[in-house]
C-alpha cells in the first residue's frame, strides 16, 4: 500500500526478470504475489514520470497477472474493453521500459494497439467493444478448429452500452468458448463480497458441480416439468447470493463475485474456467486506485494523472504576479449552461458519462432535476434528447467529437430528418494529444455538414463560444457547436446570453492580394499569419450555412485563398467552400490547410499540428511557396 508516489525508480527483480508472459509459468503463488507488488510500483512510478492513465490500472493488477499467469497469451486472445486499464497488461508484455515514453510522440499508445504488440489482440480507445471483439474471436477459432480461448475484460461503467448487451445476447446464442470478466470497480452492480459467495463461487467452477449439472441436464430433459423445476430451482438458490440471473438467462455461466484482488483466488477460478466449454461470466470486485491511498479515496480524480515536474530551487527574488487564469473551453460551456438554464426552464443538460470532461458538475449540483447523465450511452443520449425536443424541451447534448460518432445514425434518424431542437455542445474538436487517433476530433466537420438544415458553428475565442452556444440554442432546428480541447486566447467574455447571425463570417483585417479564411482554433494563428503577409483574414464562424456574399467578394478581390482548418481537410470546410465556388462556376486560386488524409498519431498538441503542418512556421512556409507560383 502506498501514501505517496515513489520519489526514487523502485527495485523491481522479479519484474526485470518478465521478458514475456510464458515467464510468469515459472514463478510460484507467492512470487507472482510479490510480482503484483512490483508491477503496482512501477506503475505508480512510471506515470508520475510522464503522465496517464492511473486508477483503472492500478485496479487490475492482480488480474493482469493472473491472466498472463494462466491463459497462453498470446495465442489465447485477451481484450481489454476502453483500455485505461491496460497499463499493467502492457508491463507485463514486453515494455515496462516503454511505459516511460507512453502518450507521447513515438512512444507506446495510450490504448492497446494492434501495431505496437502482437500481445495486444485488439485496438480500443472507445468503451464496450470487448465483447463483441472477443465473440468474433471465439467464433473464428471454432470456424478454424482452434482451441485457443477469448476473454473480455469489460468495467461495469462499459457495460452500461447497448453494445456490450448485443454482444451478450448474441453470445448466449451462439454458445462460443468465451470469458467475459466484469470488472466491477465499486461504482455500479454489487458489493456482494464475503464468505458465502466465494464458497458458492468455487462451487460453481468446480469439475464435480459441472458433471453433475450435464449430467442432470441430460437426464430430466427427458422430462421437461421435472428440468424446468430443477432449472428454476438452481437460479433461485443461486440469486440468493449473486447477481448474476441476468446473465445466466442471458445463456452464460456465472460465477462471483469474488474479491478481484485476491491473487490466489484469481488464479485458481481462471484455471478452472479455462476448461470449461460455453460461454462464461465472471464478476470480480475490484478497487478503482487500488494500493495508493489517494486514488482509492478519490477514484474519479485520479482517473489520470499529469507528469509530476521536479521541484525547482525557490528564486532569490519573488517572481512576479501570475495573471489570471484563463477558463477552458468546457467551462465557458459549463457556465453557459447554467446561465441559459436560469433563464430558460426548458433547457435540460445530457451527458454521456463526461460529467466532470464536459464541465457539466455545476449545472448537476444546481438543477439536478434537469441534469441526466445517460452513462456510456451515446446513441440512446442523443435519441433522449430527440424525444424531449419532440414534447417542446430544449435539450444540450454535451459530448466529445469523437464519441458522437457513435451516435450518427441516431443524430441523423432521430434528430435532424425530424428537424428537432437539439443543440449539440461538442468539446474535444481537433486534435487532443496524447491519446491519439482513437480520441482526435478531426471528422466531425466531414460528417456534420453533409446533414441537411444542420446548423455547424465553430468560435475563435472563448466569448464567440458563448455567443455560439446561443446561437444554437435559439435556433429552431438540430444546431453544433465545436470547440477544442483546452484553453482559448483569452478573450473578455461578456455575461450576456448574446446570439451572432445566422451564417455571417468576420472580416478581422483587411489586405492584399491573399485572403486566409480561417475557422475555429486557427484563427488566432491566421491573426499572425496575416500580419506577416499583409492578408485579409475572415473568421469563418459558421460551416453551415456559409456566407456565400462575403466568400464570393473574397474570390473576386484577390489572387489567392487560403483556408484553414482542424478538421479533415477531405470533407472540411475548405471542401466546403470549394463547392460553393465550382457551385457559381468560379475558378479561384485555392489552397486547403487541414488534417491530412492519415491517422494522426498521439502527441502533445503542439507537436501534432506540427505533424499536420497547421502550426504558425509551416502554415507560413506552406503559403509562401503557393504565393511565389502566382
Known amino acids: ?16 526478470q518478465i521478458a514475456c508472459p510464458a515467464d510468469l509459468k515459472k514463478l510460484s503463488e507467492r512470487q507472482l504475489l510479490s510480482l503484483s507488488r512490483e508491477v503496482r510500483a512501477w506503475l505508480l512510478w512510471s506515470v508520475s514520470q510522464t503522465g496517464g492513465h492511473f486508477g483503472a490500472g492500478l485496479g487490475v493488477v492482480e488480474l493482469s497477472v493472473a491472466l498472463h499467469a494462466v491463459y497462453d497469451t498470446p495465442d489465447d486472445r485477451i481484450i481489454w474493453d476502453v483500455g485505461h486499464q491496460a497499463y499493467p497488461h502492457k508491463i507485463l508484455t514486453g515494455r515496462k521500459e516503454e511505459l516511460l515514453t507512453i502518450r507521447q510522440k513515438g512512444g507506446l499508445a495510450a490504448f492497446p494497439k494492434r501495431a505496437e504488440s502482437e500481445y495486444d489482440a485488439f485496438g480500443v480507445g472507445h468503451s464496450s467493444t470487448s465483447i463483441s471483439a472477443a465473440l468474433g474471436m471465439a467464433i473464428a477459432a471454432k470456424t478454424q478448429g482452434s ?31 468465451l470469458l467475459v470478466i466484469l470488472n466491477d470497480n465499486e461504482m455500479s452492480i454489487s458489493e456482494n463480497v464475503g464468505g458465502m459467495a466465494t464458497y458458492l463461487s ?36 443461486k440469486s440468493l447470493v449473486t447477481p448474476g440471473t441476468l446473465f445466466e438467462e442471458l445463456g452464460f455461466n456465472y460465477l462471483g463475485p469474488i474479491d478481484g484482488h485476491d491473487l ?40 489520470a494523472l499529469t507528469k509530476l515536474e521536479k521541484p525547482v530551487k525557490p528564486l532569490q527574488t519573488p517572481p ?7 477558463p477552458k473551453y468546457s467551462n465557458v460551456f459549463g457556465q453557459w449552461l447554467c446561465d441559459m438554464a436560469a433563464q430558460d426552464e426548458r433547457l435540460l443538460g445530457i451527458t454521456p458519462a463526461m460529467r466532470e ?79 491519439g487517433p482513437t480520441h482526435h476530433g478531426t471528422l466531425d466537420i466531414s460528417y456534420l455538414r453533409c446533414v441537411p438544415e444542420m446548423l455547424v458553428m465553430a468560435p475563435a475565442d472563448e466569448n464567440e463560444c458563448r455567443q455560439m452556444l446561443t446561437t444554437g440554442y435559439q435556433y429552431p432546428g438540430p444546431a453544433a457547436v465545436r470547440y477544442p480541447r483546452g484553453t482559448g486566447p483569452g478573450v473578455e467574455i461578456t455575461q450576456d446570453l448574446q446570439s451572432l447571425p445566422v451564417g455571417k463570417a468576420e472580416v478581422r483585417r483587411q489586405g492584399k492580394k491573399l485572403a486566409l479564411l480561417a475557422l475555429g482554433s486557427l484563427v488566432p494563428t491566421a491573426e499572425k499569419l496575416a500580419e506577416t503577409l499583409d492578408a485579409t483574414l475572415v473568421n469563418l464562424r459558421f460551416v453551415k450555412p456559409l456566407d456565400e456574399a462575403l466568400l464570393l467578394e473574397m474570390a473576386a478581390k484577390h489572387e489567392l485563398l487560403v483556408t484553414l482548418e482542424e478538421n479533415a481537410v477531405m470533407g472540411g470546410v475548405g471542401s466546403a467552400i470549394n463547392e460553393l465556388y465550382a457551385a457559381h462556376n468560379l475558378q479561384p486560386n485555392l489552397l486547403n490547410l487541414g488534417i491530412p488524409d492519415r491517422w494522426v498519431d498521439q502527441g502533445t498538441p503542439a507537436e501534432l499540428l506540427e505533424d499536420c503542418g497547421l502550426d504558425e512556421q509551416s502554415l507560413l512556409a506552406q503559403i509562401e511557396k503557393r504565393l511565389s507560383l502566382l
Open 357 to 435: 470532461g464536459s464541465d457539466l458538475v455545476k449545472f448537476s449540483r444546481q438543477y439536478p432535476e434537469r441534469y441526466f447523465d445517460v452513462a456510456i450511452a451515446e446513441q440512446h443520449a442523443v435519441t433522449l434528447a430527440a424525444g424531449m425536443a419532440c414534447e417542446g424541451m430544449k435539450p444540450v447534448v454535451a459530448i466529445y467529437s469523437t464519441f458522437l460518432q457513435r451516435a450518427y445514425d441516431q443524430l441523423i434518424h432521430d434528430v435532424a430528418v425530424q428537424k428537432l431542437d437539439v443543440l449539440f455542445a461538442i468539446d474535444r474538436a481537433g486534435v487532443v494529444g496524447e491519446d
Open 264 to 303: 490466489p483466488e484469481l488464479l485458481a477460478t481462471l484455471k478452472k474456467l479455462k476448461h470449461l466449454s460455453g460461454p462464461q461470466f465472471l464478476h470480480l470486485v475490484t478497487k478503482k486506485g487500488k494500493g495508493f491511498i489517494p486514488a482509492e479515496a478519490d477514484p474519479i480524480g485520479y482517473h
Open 147 to 177: 482451441k485457443r480461448r477469448s476473454v473480455a475484460v469489460i468495467g461495469d461503467g462499459a457495460l452500461t452500452a447497448g453494445m456490450a448487451f448485443e454482444a451478450l445476447t448474441h453470445a448466449g446464442h451462439v454458445q462460443p468458448n
Open 1 to 16: 500500500m502506498f501514501d505517496a508516489l515513489p520519489a526514487e525508480r523502485p527495485s523491481t527483480p522479479l519484474l526485470d
Open 320 to 326: 512576479p504576479a501570475t495573471t489570471k487564469k484563463k
Open 202 to 237: 468455487r462451487l460453481l467452477v468446480s469439475e464435480p458441480y459441472h458433471h453433475l449439472r450435464e449430467n442432470s441436464r441430460k437426464l430430466l430433459s427427458k422430462l421437461p416439468l421435472a428440468w424446468e423445476l430443477a432449472r428454476k430451482t438452481e437460479e433461485q438458490v
